[in-house]
Nanobody, 124 residues
Framework: VQLQASGGGLVQAGGSLRLSCTVS????????MGWFRQAPGKEREFVGL???????????YYADSAKGRFTVSRDNGKNTAYLQVNSLESEDTAVYYC???????????????WGRGTQVTVSS
């Protein structure tokens, strides 16, 4: 399974971004898709995840710090997961990673497949 994250960039505070994670090699719907981020000098942290299954079966879970501004979704037909981030703050500056797992857990150890990450830089 290969994951490719994209959509990062430089954005002003208050702006929005949608990150994409394209899965190849296996059907994305077979996996929980999670998003993590790592800010400079900090440990990687969980942002949110979307569970497996079709549209009517999916659930999302978020870190407390991500509730309200972050939205995780997936399009199984496109083998792609998304992370929408609104009202960006300078503290959101980080490398964002997507990952795939079998179980919906907010821990990086649960994810066996990782994308390379995409840099998000928020300017104030």
């Amino acid at each position: 399974v290969q994951l490719q994250a994209s959509g990062g960039g430089l954005v002003q505070a208050g702006g929005s971004l949608r990150l994409s994670c394209t899965v190849s090699g296996r059907t994305a719907s077979s996996y929980v898709m999670g998003w993590f981020r790592q800010a400079p000098g900090k440990e990687r942290e969980f942002v949110g995840l979307v569970t497996r299954g079709g549209r009517d079966e999916q659930n999302t879970y978020y870190a407390d710090s991500a509730k309200g501004r972050f939205t995780v979704s997936r399009d199984n037909g496109k083998n792609t997961a998304y992370l929408q981030v609104n009202s960006l703050e300078s503290e959101d500056t980080a490398v964002y990673y997507c990952a795939a797992a079998l179980d919906p857990l907010p821990r990086s150890e649960a994810y066996g497949y990782w994308g390379r990450g995409t840099q998000v830089t928020v300017s104030s």
